[in-house]
């Protein structure tokens, strides 16, 4: 698998804050794209479980841009500790390409 690659995973507490997101990540060329799917979360948090709608953003981007990812989606988030994850991946040559040639 292309160490390269990653999908980033961030969530976000409203669509507009996902959407800010997003728009910053792609219009920047740190990812490539995005998808924003909605959802209901449980988490604990400050010693009880919270129930609330999140927005997670799905992105595909190079691994050399994470910490520019990290600092530019905290700069928007309204979270004390917004989710920013990575993954390795891999996929088609086509996709591949298209994420190389879209990112900065």
Known sequence: MPEEFCQVLV???SQEE?????DALVTKKRVAGSLILKGPSRYWWKEKIVEKEYYN???FSLTKNKAVIIAEVKKIHSDDCPIIAFF???????FLDWVKESVV
């Open 11 to 13: 969530s976000a507490t």
């Open 18 to 22: 996902a959407n800010q997101i997003s």
């Open 57 to 59: 953003i799905q992105a």
């Open 88 to 94: 390795a991946m891999d996929g088609n040559k086509e």
